[in-house]
């Protein structure tokens, strides 16, 4: 079945130790989303990418880094894990924007990251 | 900027009650209007959604929503619930003008007592 896969959906790091969560898609749509879920609370989005094109929410840190080379994968880049950075990292994947119902988001399982 | 409210953060129903989980935003423009479940241990799935024409949109498994312009509220409801809806409901909004943006409530967590 078309999904949004993220590998791995538990990811143990150190402080200060870089660490790459990593997002693919079957359903060949332009845009993929990340967000970062904290326990109890709403996600929160830290970026998005329209095809190549990378949109930084304001208040997203420096530490956190995006990189998709293909229209299929897409990353995430934490240069140097604070224990505030624990949480669920989620990828999402839309047809489009702008356009209505193809906005809709698809969601993948998630990554839990633990920072020891 | 947009917000979006769940004021009720839990809520505990017996089978077979009637549900309702409230939303309201805030934003003056057109709106998308979503609501999300996430099962314990499972992703964020879309529920029901709302982009134009009849105010009141059915979703699967049974769920509905209402939209009511003039309260800008988009209320979750369903006549009888089950246990296996115990779950984390989030509703959303994007406006039309905000490049996909996607506001989410805080959420309420539903819990069925069997």
């Known amino acids: 079945d078309a999904m949004v896969i993220q590998n791995p959906r538990y990811q143990v790091t150190q402080f200060g130790k870089p660490v790459t969560l990593s997002c693919s898609q079957t359903l060949n749509h332009n845009v993929m989303y990340w967000y970062q879920q904290k326990s109890s609370q709403a996600p929160k989005l830290l970026f998005h990418?329209?095809?190549?094109?990378?949109?930084n929410e304001a208040d997203t840190p420096d530490n956190f880094q995006s990189r998709r080379p293909n229209t299929s994968f897409c990353f995430l880049d934490i240069r140097s894990p604070g224990l505030g950075d624990a949480a669920m990292y989620l990828c999402a994947t839309s047809r489009d924007r702008y356009s209505g119902s193809l906005e809709t988001q698809y969601f993948g399982p998630g990554t839990r990251l633990l920072v020891l | 900027a947009q917000s979006v409210s769940q004021h009720n953060h839990h809520v505990i129903l017996s089978e077979a009650a009637s549900l309702e989980l409230g939303c309201n935003y805030s934003?003056?423009?057109?709106?998308?209007l979503f609501w999300y479940v996430q099962y314990p241990g499972q992703h964020l799935q879309l529920l029901l959604k709302y982009f134009s024409g009849d105010p009141l949109v059915k979703g699967i498994k049974g769920f509905e929503a209402e939209f009511i312009k003039s309260k800008f509220s988009f209320n979750l409801r369903k006549p009888s619930v089950q246990w296996s809806d115990t779950a984390e409901y989030f509703c959303a909004v994007t406006a039309s003008s905000s490049a996909s943006k996607i506001i989410f409530g805080s959420g309420t967590r539903l819990s069925i007592r069997p």
């Open positions: 990418y329209y095809d190549k094109d990378f949109n």
């Open positions: 934003y003056g423009g057109t709106v998308n």
